[in-house]
């Protein structure tokens, strides 16, 4: 059995002042009928997300055999903006949770847990989505306290079992080796150190940080090159940042039945997609990223 | 050398920290208390029951964190008097008093102070099923309180 993950932010900006263009929701419906045809996609989670795009989107992306979950809204203080689907012969979300840090009057969102059945399996998959606040309005300090404390709700489910099936995915807005995910979130790019120690997570999109192609004489590397997931102009240094990541407990590196292909795993970059992403005229800046997980298959 | 004394100076300070906090969550549950008997006169107390065992188990207690179940209960109800108790959140404390979190209706708040803690719990009141459930405790003490 195999389960494909995706996450995308979509650019929408919920919170901006002016809606997301028809063509805009029209690429997104359009891009997502390519996850589930091509893809194989069994999780879709997106963000950026609010009541009127999730409508939007559920009408008019032609796919069958899938749940629509919306999980964005605002509560008191707060506004998430993730929905999720799910392909629902092999999965069955059980339980949502929103996750909110306050200190004084403020608060900030860490994640959404979601508690989630598949088929044929019979431990829950714990999966934390997460679309942290951008760099402008919480500093890396800040960020790392967001770590902790989204880590702290990781460990309620592993320290009592090292190797729950747990999952955690998202627009970061911090590198893989920013401290609110290493030291924060306890992640490494390191695969024997999280078979040793089990309650750190691992993170395949270190990987994914550099380059996508090499440098070569000859070859132009200077107009259409990827290095990451999210497209800045304007980044002086860098205009491409590794923020959208997963990260996997270690029952997916060989602690369980699960196992993660890491070949199939990374930033989905196609032509289309990337064009979306570079091009000045249009919204995108997020490129999606994608997982597979593989069961062995049981010889009872 | 390593100065111990320093370090269990710095032990003492971080007790005496943990203990204070403890006792400001306290206080924060006491004045909840205090202002809906001033309008409930008893026929709404809530209170955080907790659960005798931790997590992983008694060896580890004063380190992992103190699971409790926030729940209400009619102080003039006849029922009371056999602990009948109503839960509206679940609720989580750091043995070092912050954080603590109270959790909701797919809500999870986590309280670094006791602002924070102030507002989760003002949330939890005006949340409308929580609110709902609070008025048929309160409403209990007409069909059960003993004459």
């Known amino acids: 059995m195999k389960l494909t993950l995706v996450w995308w932010n979509t650019s929408f900006a919920p919170l901006s002042k002016t809606a997301a263009?028809?063509?805009?929701?029209?690429?997104?419906?359009?891009v997502l009928e390519w996850f589930v045809e091509q893809l194989q996609a069994d999780f879709i989670a997106l963000a950026e997300i609010n009541d009127d795009y999730f409508n939007y989107l559920e009408q008019y992306t032609n796919i069958n055999g899938f749940r629509w979950l919306n999980l964005s809204g605002?509560?008191?203080?707060?506004?998430?903006d993730t929905c999720v689907l799910v392909r629902e012969d092999k999965l069955q979300i059980l339980d949502t949770q929103n996750l909110i840090v306050s200190k004084a009057t403020n608060s900030v969102k860490i994640g959404q847990k979601l508690i989630m059945a598949v088929a044929d399996y019979d431990l829950p998959v714990h999966i934390f989505l997460s679309h942290w606040t951008n760099v402008r309005d919480c500093y890396e300090a800040d960020r790392q306290h967001l770590g902790i404390r989204l880590r702290d709700e990781v460990d309620t489910i592993l320290q009592s079992d090292h190797s729950a099936p747990v999952i955690l995915l998202g627009d970061y807005n911090a590198e893989p080796f920013a401290d609110s995910l290493t030291t924060g979130l306890s992640s490494t790019r390191d695969m024997t150190r999280v078979r040793k120690k089990p309650l750190l997570l691992y993170n395949p999109f270190w990987r994914h940080l550099g380059e996508a192609k090499s440098y070569k004489h000859g070859v132009d590397a200077t107009t259409k090159n990827?290095?990451?997931?999210y497209y800045y102009k304007s980044g002086s240094i860098t205009r491409w940042h590794t923020f959208d990541q997963m990260l996997f407990s270690s029952c997916f590196i060989g602690g369980n039945a699960w196992h993660l292909n890491e070949e199939?795993?990374?930033?989905?970059?196609?032509?289309?997609l990337f064009n979306l992403v570079i091009d000045a005229k249009q919204k995108f800046d997020h490129l999606p990223i994608i997982s597979v997980l593989e069961k062995e298959t049981s010889h009872d | 050398m390593i100065n111990f004394v320093d370090s269990l100076n710095k032990g003492l300070e971080l007790s005496q920290q943990a203990d204070e906090n403890n006792k400001e969550i306290d206080t924060v549950f006491a004045e909840l208390n205090r202002q809906l008997n001033d309008v409930y006169a008893?026929?709404?107390?809530?209170?955080?029951?907790?659960?005798?065992?931790?997590?992983?188990g008694a060896t580890n207690l004063k380190i992992n964190p103190v699971v409790a179940s926030v729940v209400a209960r009619n102080g003039k109800s006849r029922m009371d008097k056999s602990n009948t108790t109503t839960l509206i959140a679940n609720w989580e404390k750091s043995p070092t008093g912050y954080p603590c979190s109270i959790a909701f209706c797919g809500q999870k708040y986590i309280c670094e102070d006791k602002e924070s803690l102030e507002l989760a719990i003002?949330?939890?009141?005006a949340n409308p099923f929580v609110a709902k459930t609070l008025l048929k405790v309160i409403n209990a003490e007409l069909t059960e309180t003993v004459e």
């Open chain 1, 21 to 30: 263009s028809e063509s805009h929701l029209n690429t997104v419906c359009r």
């Open chain 1, 74 to 80: 605002k509560n008191e203080r707060i506004t998430f």
């Open chain 1, 226 to 229: 990827r290095c990451g997931t």
């Open chain 1, 264 to 272: 199939l795993t990374g930033i989905i970059d196609t032509p289309e």
């Open chain 2, 42 to 56: 008893g026929k709404l107390v809530i209170e955080r029951q907790y659960v005798a065992t931790s997590r992983i």
């Open chain 2, 122 to 125: 003002a949330d939890l009141l």
